[in-house]
């Protein structure tokens, strides 16, 4: 849903940043000035002791000294809460008494729509609940309380219920609450048969409730105590309201605990989960039924960076693991990552917490592994590498893996602790001494097995060789790249993607980047150039006071098309130099182990690759031809000096032929 323009500026103008966050923090009323608006605290979003969490009232903004965490009053909602930007300005809505804005027809009819088919769920939920009390539902709380050792208050806490061994028991139990039919059908309830008749889909099972992100109800899962069931768990069907793989069990709690920094820890099922928060582990999610869907993955990087994932020590377990490390590498980004915790050999959490307890539990996540321990073991456990072709196809399977990452730092950083990890495995853990170091290899007429070859020529006067620091130039584009989206906010949506991967190691530029990025989807774009530079203030001025930058025509100018070029061609550069500075990098590596013509050849793509960006679109296009006397043309220059010459005639003193 869209906000009309002005809410968001009406909004904090209503709320006061002080009183949002003051129920949050204790404010340190010695360095505070109450009459300034100007307030300090430790902040919130870090553990500390001291005060550096500063909010300024008036201008409506908060910035921690410490963890560079900043905002305003929604941020501040949105990060604390670990909730959406639209649920983060709902509830300031609410505290300030703003209406939210009206939904358009279709979007309303389609809002009751899920809201009846949820009222539905709750009805049968608590029919459920009733019949878990029933004499029928002994086994099923014998069960619970002798087996999974769960008490009747957890059991109330989860709303676990019972499904009676019975064809039409809920279907006419809400048909005597006037539920029609249509409705039971597309909540997944109740199924229709091939002759028309409608039943019951959960019987003789424990019903545990399925809710969204927002704690409405949306399905139902069952657990059979049949040994000769089909299948021991069955969630509900895809609905208006439920969608597998695109949800997780108990998602809302495990939002709110993990927004207060406990980490999220993924099980399997519904028991593991619920085992895991009732012993302390309160951020636990589980997927519905499915392997891990990508969709439940970037679920779950919302709700925490780094999720751990607890595999059963098991073979079903372990392929779990690896059909993961496939879905993840991808989407992997800067801090998004994932780390994996093995149990002990048969055991899931719930019977690792049942034998040996929390405190056992939480050894086994603390030691959870990351994704690159796991990608290696896959690519090596159970193999010999005795001979070089064994290694090569190591080493392509590997290369092969490393590419689906598409950050470029982060497949930089998992190549070096591949690196580290082959050299443990062919050279017994030692790594060659750099040949700056004293050892044997510098001594005079060392010839050890190991010695690295010597470089060839050709790899001696490569650009690796005479490569220069690139970081003056590309900080100069970074800052041009910067001042123009300043200059010409309207960009910012158009080169958004591109403005969040530029790898920064400046502060005044990751700064502005930041502020440009709170901007990228303002609601009223008229009055967003205004705010821009109100937000960037000093940093922006100094950035626009650098001579490289004064110098932009299209930034002393009105000239949208030539800043869309140059935004364009800008960032076409950086990214061919960063993969200059990457490449140069690891032949720089490389070339202690393997010197030979193949490096040659990558630093010279690397070149080449930089050449190309700079000399631009236009250039690129251009076809270059040799003209009679030598001189390299572009073939549209020279067509058209031919055609001038063949228009002159020469025996009318050189007057053009009519």
């Known amino acids: 849903m869209s906000l009309p323009p002005g809410f968001l500026d009406e909004l904090r103008n209503r709320v006061s940043l002080s009183a949002v966050i003051g129920r949050k923090v204790t404010w340190d009323m010695r360095k505070s000035n109450q009459g300034k608006g100007d307030w300090w605290a430790p902040c919130p979003f870090h553990q500390e002791k001291s ?4 909010v300024d009232d008036r201008k409506g903004f908060y910035y921690c000294f410490g963890c560079h965490a900043k905002g305003d009053a929604v941020t501040f909602v949105k990060e604390l809460e670990n909730v959406s930007f639209m649920e983060a300005v709902e509830i300031l809505a609410r505290e300030a008494g703003m209406q939210m804005p009206a939904r358009d027809p279709q979007a309303a009819q389609k809002a009751d729509r899920r809201t009846q088919l949820s009222e539905v769920m709750e009805e049968a939920i608590r029919f459920f609940r009733l019949q878990l009390q029933t004499g029928a539902a002994e086994p099923a709380r014998d069960y619970l309380s002798r087996k999974r050792r769960l008490l009747p208050e957890a059991q109330d806490r989860w709303g676990i219920g019972w499904a009676p061994d019975s064809r039409t028991a809920l279907l006419t139990a809400l048909k005597a609450k006037g539920v029609p039919p249509d409705l039971l059908v597309a909540t997944g309830l109740i199924a229709k048969g091939e002759d028309g008749s409608l039943y019951d889909r959960f019987r003789g099972r424990i019903i545990f409730p399925i809710r969204d992100a927002r704690g409405r109800a949306i399905s139902l899962g069952g657990r059979s105590l049949d040994p000769n069931a089909r299948a021991k768990y069955l969630n509900g069907p895809e609905t208006e309201l439920f969608d597998k793989g695109r949800n997780l069990f108990n998602l809302a ?15 399997e099922g519904y028991m593991d989960v619920i085992a895991l928060v009732e012993a302390g582990f309160r951020a636990a999610v589980a997927p519905l039924g499915t392997a891990i869907t990508e969709d439940q993955l970037r679920l ?20 779990a693991a690896m059909r993961l490390i496939d879905l993840a590498l991808p989407l992997l980004e800067a801090g998004q990552g994932l780390r994996f915790a093995v149990l002990p050999q048969g055991l899931d959490p719930d019977d690792l917490i049942k034998a040996q307890g929390a405190p056992a539990m939480q050894a086994v996540l603390d030691g959870a592994q990351p994704m690159v321990n796991l990608l290696w073991q896959r690519e090596t ?29 982060l497949r930089q950083h998992y190549g070096e602790d591949i690196k580290e990890l082959r050299w443990a495995l062919f050279r017994s853990g030692r790594r060659p001494p750099r040949r700056d170091q004293p050892g044997p290899r510098s001594s005079p ?10 470089p060839v020529a050709t790899t001696r006067a490569s650009a690796l060789a005479t490569a220069s620091d690139d970081a003056v130039t590309i900080s100069l584009r970074i800052a041009v ?5 300043c200059r010409y906010p309207g960009y910012i949506d158009r080169f958004e993607t591109e403005l969040e991967r530029m790898q920064l190691t400046d502060p005044d530029h990751e700064a502005l980047r930041q502020t440009l990025l709170t901007h990228a989807h303002d609601a009223d774009p008229e009055t967003r150039p205004a705010r821009l530079l109100r937000a960037a ?9 650098h001579p490289q930058i004064q110098v932009q025509p299209h930034l002393r100018r009105p000239d949208d098309a030539c800043a869309a070029k140059c935004l364009e061609m800008e960032f076409a550069k950086l990214q061919a130099q960063w993969g200059a500075v990457q490449e140069l990098r690891e032949a720089s590596e490389d070339i202690e182990a393997l010197a030979d013509e193949g490096l040659t050849w990558r630093v010279a793509q690397a070149a080449r690759a930089v050449a190309e960006a700079e000399k631009g679109p236009e250039a690129a296009r251009a076809d270059g031809v040799l003209a009679e006397n030598g001189v390299e043309m572009d073939r549209e220059e020279l067509d058209h000096a031919r055609q001038t010459w063949a228009n002159i005639d020469f025996t009318r003193g050189g007057k053009a032929r009519k």
């Open 51 to 54: 005060a550096s969490f500063h």
């Open 445 to 454: 007429g060392w010839q050890g097995r190991n010695a690295p070859p010597v």
């Open 537 to 545: 203030g000093a940093v922006l001025e100094t950035l626009m006071s």
């Open 253 to 267: 709690p495990a939002r709110e605990a993990a927004g207060k920094g406990l980490p999220l820890v993924v099980a």
């Open 381 to 409: 456990e159970g193999q010999v590498f005795d001979s070089p072709e064994r290694k090569a196809a190591l080493d392509k399977r590997l290369r092969a893996a490393l590419t689906k990452i598409r950050d470029p730092g």
């Open 300 to 319: 779950m990087w919302r709700i925490s960076p780094e999720p751990v994932i607890t595999l059963d020590g098991d073979a079903a377990g372990q392929r």
């Open 481 to 485: 790249v910067l001042a123009t989206l």
